[in-house]
């Protein structure tokens, strides 16, 4: 009995299987139970264990297999003031912390972010993904975030994380002078950004934030629905052909009341036509009518010249004309008129007609 009591006195092997997900920190619990000199100590992948020995940081173990001795204990062996070979029992609380990836946490933006765009002028985005966190300082979680909490678990944590995150994502966005609709193409280069500038304070926890996602970037109800309607509009394209599109499509809908009326308009014009061609009443069909007015003659073109960084104009072929003949126009004179692709030599254009009809310069005798 008396050697059951000192066997169960001291602990022999420490170790931690976690089999949850949400668990960052797990205190191993000693029971009151001294941790005997020579203990076996399991350190798994994806984990690290941390002493701490009277309310400071001691020694950190990474993965594997270690015999708690002073050799292998050394910043505790330190506080303690042990010599080597010490053999005796001690109590200390040790921590064992999970480093693998904390995967789909959730970040969003509670209020909206202010931005200028180029296009809409000032406006309000909101945005919205996801993140992973990892502790990359054991030590430094401990002491920063931890405390003596005995589990401590994601949760604890990601609250503060995302509001870390919404601050930079706030003032990236607002500086970042993206237009609104093209930001939907630069996720991943907005979502570098705010990784990069959210890990200075995120490393003071002992994390890091291996993957950092924006999963969207909205615009208010209001402005979106007003982005539809233009979209349509986009779409419609000529306003009036697309009239006349729906109108022509009625016409060969029976019953509907734009069939009924557009039936009823043909109908008339059908019947004013008829009266047209049977012309004046008491006259008989083929009766010489009054003949309609000529249209109006065409109106020439307006040209402008550009001529040492200036333009001038406008003016008419006529007064071109004459300036050819004066040699004030030439091939090499860049021209502009109403529907021309830019500015052209006076020889890529119509004009060319003119040039050729001014007589060549006399030989020199």
């Given at each position: 009995m008396v050697f059951d009591f000192l066997k169960g006195e001291f602990i022999?092997?420490?170790?931690?299987?976690?089999?949850?997900?949400?668990?960052?920190?797990?205190?191993?619990?000693?029971?009151?139970?001294?941790?005997?000199?020579?203990?076996?100590?399991?350190v798994r992948e994806g984990q690290a264990a941390v002493f701490i020995h009277e309310g400071q940081l001691a020694d950190v173990f990474t993965p594997g297999l270690y015999m708690l001795e002073t050799n292998n204990?050394?910043?505790?062996?330190?506080?303690?003031?042990?010599?080597?070979?010490?053999?005796?029992?001690?109590k200390s609380e040790i921590y064992f912390v999970?480093?693998?990836?904390?995967?789909?946490?959730?970040?969003?933006?509670?209020?909206?972010?202010?931005?200028?765009?180029?296009?809409?002028?000032?406006?309000?985005l909101r945005a919205f993904g996801t993140y992973s966190m990892r502790v990359s300082d054991p030590g430094k979680f401990i002491q920063e975030v931890v405390g003596t909490d005995g589990e401590f678990t994601s949760d604890e944590i990601s609250f503060q994380i995302r509001n870390v995150i919404v601050q930079s994502a706030s003032q990236v966005l607002a500086k970042s002078g993206i237009p609104v609709l093209d930001m939907?193409?630069?996720?991943?280069?907005?979502?570098?950004?705010?990784?990069?500038?959210?890990?200075?304070?995120?490393g003071e926890y002992g994390l890091t934030i291996p993957e950092f996602y924006i999963e969207n970037i909205s615009l208010p109800e209001e402005v979106e629905k007003a982005l539809d309607k233009r979209t349509s509009m986009g779409v419609v394209g000529d306003l009036n052909r697309y009239?006349?599109?729906?109108?022509?499509?009625?016409?060969?809908?029976?019953?509907?009341?734009?069939?009924?009326?557009?039936?009823?308009?043909?109908?008339?014009?059908?019947?004013?036509?008829?009266?047209?061609?049977?012309?004046?009443?008491g006259s008989q069909p083929g009766a010489a009518a009054a003949p309609p007015p000529p249209p109006p003659?065409?109106?020439g073109k307006a040209w402008h010249l550009a001529a040492d960084g200036a333009t001038s104009g406008?003016?008419?072929e006529a007064d071109l004309a004459?300036?050819?003949?004066?040699?004030?126009?030439?091939?090499?004179t860049m021209v502009w008129t109403a529907g021309q692709d830019g500015w052209k030599m006076a020889a890529e254009t119509e004009l060319a007609r003119l040039l050729d009809q001014v007589p060549p310069p006399l030989p020199k005798p």
């Amino acid at each position: 009995m008396v050697f059951d009591f000192l066997k169960g006195e001291f602990i022999d092997v420490i170790s931690w299987l976690d089999d949850t997900r949400d668990t960052m920190v797990w205190r191993f619990d000693r029971r009151g139970q001294a941790i005997k000199m020579g203990a076996k100590l399991t350190v798994r992948e994806g984990q690290a264990a941390v002493f701490i020995h009277e309310g400071q940081l001691a020694d950190v173990f990474t993965p594997g297999l270690y015999m708690l001795e002073t050799n292998n204990l050394p910043i505790l062996t330190t506080l303690q003031h042990w010599d080597h070979g010490f053999q005796s029992p001690f109590k200390s609380e040790i921590y064992f912390v999970n480093t693998t990836r904390f995967n789909d946490q959730k970040w969003g933006t509670k209020n909206p972010i202010m931005a200028r765009d180029p296009e809409f002028g000032p406006i309000r985005l909101r945005a919205f993904g996801t993140y992973s966190m990892r502790v990359s300082d054991p030590g430094k979680f401990i002491q920063e975030v931890v405390g003596t909490d005995g589990e401590f678990t994601s949760d604890e944590i990601s609250f503060q994380i995302r509001n870390v995150i919404v601050q930079s994502a706030s003032q990236v966005l607002a500086k970042s002078g993206i237009p609104v609709l093209d930001m939907a193409a630069n996720t991943a280069d907005l979502g570098k950004i705010i990784a990069n500038a959210i890990a200075p304070q995120v490393g003071e926890y002992g994390l890091t934030i291996p993957e950092f996602y924006i999963e969207n970037i909205s615009l208010p109800e209001e402005v979106e629905k007003a982005l539809d309607k233009r979209t349509s509009m986009g779409v419609v394209g000529d306003l009036n052909r697309y009239m006349q599109f729906n109108a022509a499509e009625s016409m060969g809908q029976p019953g509907s009341a734009m069939g009924s009326a557009m039936g009823a308009g043909m109908g008339m014009g059908m019947g004013a036509s008829m009266a047209q061609n049977m012309g004046p009443w008491g006259s008989q069909p083929g009766a010489a009518a009054a003949p309609p007015p000529p249209p109006p003659a065409p109106a020439g073109k307006a040209w402008h010249l550009a001529a040492d960084g200036a333009t001038s104009g406008p003016f008419t072929e006529a007064d071109l004309a004459q300036w050819a003949t004066e040699g004030r126009l030439n091939r090499a004179t860049m021209v502009w008129t109403a529907g021309q692709d830019g500015w052209k030599m006076a020889a890529e254009t119509e004009l060319a007609r003119l040039l050729d009809q001014v007589p060549p310069p006399l030989p020199k005798p």
